[in-house]
């Protein structure tokens, strides 16, 4: 972490508020939580819980966070989903806060329990993103051509936007002896039913930063794209 980001860090994390009672009404405790901001000022917020005794999770809960400005205005909300059966007792918690932790001034934690109503919308955006999992093509010689192979890729929704849509994509370089030559761009192209394109996203990756291996995300935003988009292709282009 960049030293400027240090103090809004330690700052932010001074002034977050932890709703403890929200949390032991499903048998949780904070451990701890911290924020990690990236060369470029996007942020993430991580927070350890665990069970208070034995008793096992017994329904599909949120953990959320809201952000501040200082007016008390929220400015920006991130949520991430703990299902019952994969709770064991223990978990570190990831919400992605991109640039938004810049403007913030305090933030409150807490967890609330899934409503059913919820639960129906999370199961569509699922299900959209494994269609479109299953119709995105990888233009692999673009890749080759750089020396690189796809190992694996998803869609999830876009959190705050869960009707945006964010790909994540995990990579290596094919030949270990060869490093990236070339600063490159992951270009993100997703299509409607009819195959008109409703969205183009990239996101850049330098020569000097890449040592063979990365995963990166590219987040289509602002048009609807896990509902709309049926089809999608990804790339390389030189830059």
């Not at 602002?222 to 049926?230: E, F, M, S, Y």
């Given at each position: 972490m960049k030293k400027k980001y240090l103090k809004i860090s330690q700052d932010l994390k001074n002034n977050t508020e932890i709703l403890?009672?929200?949390?032991?009404?499903?048998?949780?405790?904070?451990?701890?939580?911290?924020?990690?901001?990236?060369?470029?000022?996007?942020?993430?917020?991580?927070?350890?819980?665990s069970s208070i005794d034995e008793t096992i999770l017994s329904e599909d809960i949120c953990i959320k966070i809201n952000l501040y400005d200082n007016n008390g205005e929220i400015i920006y909300s991130a949520s991430n989903d703990i299902k019952a059966?994969?709770?064991d007792g223990y978990d570190t918690i990831n919400l992605i806060l991109w640039y938004n932790a810049l403007?913030?001034?305090?933030?409150?934690?807490?967890?609330?329990?899934i409503k059913d109503v919820e639960k129906e919308i999370q199961?569509?955006?699922?299900?959209?993103?494994?269609?479109?999992?299953?119709?995105?093509?990888?233009?692999e010689n673009t890749f080759k051509k750089h020396n690189l192979q796809v190992l694996k890729y998803s869609y999830r929704d876009g959190g705050w936007n869960p009707d945006d849509c964010t790909l994540s994509i995990e990579f290596s370089s094919i030949d270990d002896t060869i490093k990236l030559s070339e600063n490159i761009v992951i270009k993100l192209n997703l299509y409607d039913e009819n195959g008109e394109i409703v969205s183009t996203s990239e996101e850049k990756l330098y020569k000097s930063d890449f040592e063979g291996y990365d995963t990166i995300e590219i987040c289509a935003s602002?048009?609807?794209?896990?509902?709309?988009?049926?089809s999608a292709r990804i790339f390389v282009v030189k830059f």
């Open positions: 403890e009672n929200t949390f032991k009404k499903y048998n949780l405790k904070v451990l701890q939580c911290s924020y990690s901001f990236g060369d470029d000022g996007n942020c993430d917020f991580y927070i350890e819980i059966g994969t709770f403007k913030a001034e305090k933030a409150r934690v807490f967890v609330h329990k199961q569509n955006y699922f299900d959209n993103s494994q269609e479109l999992k299953n119709n995105t093509e990888i233009i602002g048009c609807r794209a896990l509902t709309r988009a049926k």
